[in-house]
């Protein structure tokens, strides 16, 4: 099983970044995924989640209105849209799967190395 997560970097405030996670070696369509990310000194906190089918998505309260999250199960990609990017958004993001759906990192089977973001005042 392999996540792969790409497409961090250094923004300016009000900026956007676009995060992709490539997962193989499992049924990508089985699993709900989900995005997390870790600020230094904070614990890894679930940013947003997908249902399998994308029918269905959660944001924390903190992302909503700027980040979307979607998913493409025939090229076993989720992708994270984060627009109007603040300070604060900084921090080390992951992609996760899980069988079932969750928002504690316990929760999720699998996850990828993670991608830096961050956002500059």
């Known amino acids: 099983v392999q996540l792969q997560a790409s497409g961090g970097g250094l923004v300016q405030a009000g900026g956007s970044l676009r995060l992709s996670c490539a997962a193989s070696?499992?049924?990508?369509?089985?699993?709900?995924m989900g995005w997390f990310r870790q600020a230094p000194g904070k614990e890894r906190e679930l940013v947003s989640a997908?249902?399998?089918?994308?029918?269905?998505?959660y944001s924390a309260d903190s992302v909503k209105g700027r980040f979307t999250i979607s998913r493409d199960n025939a090229k076993n990609m989720v992708y994270l849209q984060m627009n109007i990017l603040k300070p604060e958004d900084t921090a080390v993001y992951y992609c996760?799967?899980?069988?079932?759906?969750?928002?504690?990192?316990?929760?999720?089977?699998?996850w990828g190395q993670g991608t830096q973001v961050t956002v500059s005042s």
């Open positions: 996760a799967a899980a069988r079932a759906y969750g928002t504690l990192t316990g929760e999720y089977d699998y």
């Open positions: 070696g499992y049924t990508f369509s089985m699993y709900i």
């Open positions: 997908i249902s399998r089918s994308g029918g269905r998505t």
